[in-house]
């Protein structure tokens, strides 16, 4: 009699928020009609999915959202994978509490979807803001809508250096015109009534961080703004910034500062700050910090993509930072954490 084979599956997690209130979730298929998508040419007009996080007043009888959406799930986990992509802590649908509250965007990363900022989305929900989190169609991987299609990557690989400076151009304005889109539409979301829309700020990763800058400085919408580890591009590196903006970065591999961070330095003109955090890489400013350890891999794989430092660690430190920026700037809190090294927090350096 043969003995069935019991294979053991991995269920990835993610770290729960550090705030009070429980997190509502929910996502919105947006379509702009004034412009076709600039990567698909027989695609007339422009779609996008954004993930509005939000403080939930009540999660009684609500689910956990998923990380991905199913159809994505079922592109980047095989049945085969040997593990379970994790639940959020945002409960679907949940009714928001009661109140307005500042609303923060968030831009991912070239070619990366909406959800990797997603431990830093539901973290802030948790400690009273409204976080929308937006997909930027053709340049993420996969981006499903809500009658199941998927939108794949469709961003043609540059053939020169000179091609490869003017197609990360157009991704950035591309993503600029999504973001203030975006922003236009805030004010017809079902959940406009639980938002501020006098205390707006944006964040993203790698190049969303850019994203967040060159929006800034065509949006007077967005009052602060925050790159996490990302190289700054376009007009703004020019023009610079008269509004709060924060800079944090891992440590540079070479021992050399990011031409384009200096630059931005000298250029911003409002409450400025940089940051570094010590054994972090590129992607510890995202959800792979915490995931890509939990999958066993050696660290030789690990440690180039998201750093020496623990996983919980760095999202706990980085939280507490992010938070502290904009509980400052949009909230006029005192985001003392900021002004001087912390002996909580010894892994983050104040620069320069």
Known sequence: MMKALLVAVLQLVLPPPSGPADVGTVTMHLVDRSRPDPWVATERVRELMVQIWYPARSVHGRERAAWVSPGVAARINPPDSGFELPDTHGYVGAPPAPGRHPVILYSPGFGIERTSGTVLAEDLASHGYVVVTVDHTHDANFVEFPDGRIATAA?????????????????????????????????????????????????????????????????????????????????????????????????????????????????????????????????????????????????????????????????????????????????????????RPSARFPEMRLLP
Do not use: C
Request: proline share 7%; hydrophobic share 40%; charged share 30%.
């Open 155 to 339: 961003i043609p690989p540059p053939a020169s250096p000179e091609e490869e400076e003017r197609l990360l151009g157009k991704v950035l304005d591309v993503r600029v015109r999504d973001t203030r889109f975006v922003l236009d539409q805030l004010r017809r979301m079902p959940l406009s009534r639980v938002m501020d829309l006098s205390r707006i700020g944006m964040f993203g990763a790698s190049m969303g961080g850019a994203t967040a800058a060159e929006t800034m400085r065509r949006d007077g919408r967005v009052r602060a703004g925050l790159n996490l580890d990302g190289s700054f591009l376009g007009p703004v590196l020019d023009k610079g910034l008269d509004r709060p903006f924060l800079m944090m970065g891992s440590e540079p591999a070479d021992g050399e500062q990011d031409e384009t961070w200096t630059r931005m330095w000298d250029g911003l003109r409002g409450p400025r700050y940089w940051l570094e955090l010590e054994g972090a890489a590129h992607l510890s400013f995202t959800d792979f910090q915490v995931l890509y350890p939990q999958l066993g891999l050696p660290p030789e794989q690990v440690e180039p993509v998201v750093g020496t430092i623990d996983g919980e660690r760095s999202v706990a430190v980085q939280r507490a930072y992010v938070r502290a920026f904009f509980d400052r700037h949009l909230r006029h809190r005192d985001g003392r954490l900021l002004d």
